[in-house]
């Protein structure tokens, strides 16, 4: 079957550093989204990864190893406003969007 | 209006109701999905249209029920709902669901309880 791992809590510090990991394994592979999701709001996109290595956008990062079946988000100089849910998605052989159950991110003063 | 939008935001609805959720697009895109979102549990996938065309069914109970009139706006009928439907139900969009790297633009939700 199809699966994606993601650890289901986290707490980190303002103003440090967080690593989310990821790892899947799915029929085939067309990509890694992240989204971000808030307490009661919609997700939201951060990041797609097709190819290995890390993407940078701002303070967020995202890695890929495809032949280790491994992702992770790095989120930098952290922010009261990042505490939020960070769901990872990948995109199988048939296009199929495989769903993380979430990684709830708290972020203490 | 701007992005996806759902209505109602909350649903309280009997286990013999009939109701339907809402949702509408205003970004052009081509494909609208429906998600149901549990708590500690990954996103599942319950309707595709691509292009107005149903294109999934993940085995859907069939109290639920799908509509897709244009493009922009998708429907959720729903009725002899169960208390183990109570969840968040969401709405999303995409360019179209043939691409891999389309991102999809998601509504806020509607918090659905059945009593």
């Known amino acids: 079957g199809q699966n994606i791992d993601q650890p289901t809590e986290m707490t980190a510090t303002e103003g440090a550093i967080v690593q989310i990991n990821c790892t899947y394994q799915t029929s085939g592979f067309n990509g890694l989204f992240w989204y971000q999701q808030h307490a009661g709001e919609a997700p939201t996109f951060l990041s797609y990864n097709v190819l290995d290595g890390l993407e940078e956008k701002g303070r967020f990062s995202s890695f890929l190893s495809r032949s280790k079946g491994y992702s992770y988000l790095l989120l930098k100089e952290l922010q009261m406003k990042d505490s939020a849910s960070y769901l990872c998605a990948v995109r199988d052989s048939n296009y199929q969007l495989i769903w993380g159950a979430g990684t709830k991110l708290i972020i203490k003063p | 209006e701007t992005g996806v939008t759902q209505t109602p935001r909350h649903l309280v609805m009997g286990m013999t109701n009939k109701k339907s959720l809402k949702c509408e697009q205003h970004l052009g895109h081509n494909a609208m999905y429906w998600y149901k979102q549990s708590a500690k549990k990954p996103l599942e996938l319950m309707f595709v249209y691509n292009f107005k065309e149903q294109t999934e069914n993940n085995s859907v109970p069939s109290r639920f029920s799908p509509e897709c009139p244009n493009s922009s706006h998708l429907f959720l009928h729903l009725h002899t709902l169960q208390p183990e439907d109570s969840a968040l139900y969401l709405c999303?969009?995409?360019?179209?669901?043939?691409?891999?790297?389309?991102?999809?633009?998601f509504g806020p939700g509607t918090r659905l309880t059945v009593t």
């Open positions: 999303a969009s995409s360019q179209d669901d043939a691409r891999p790297n389309y991102e999809q633009y």
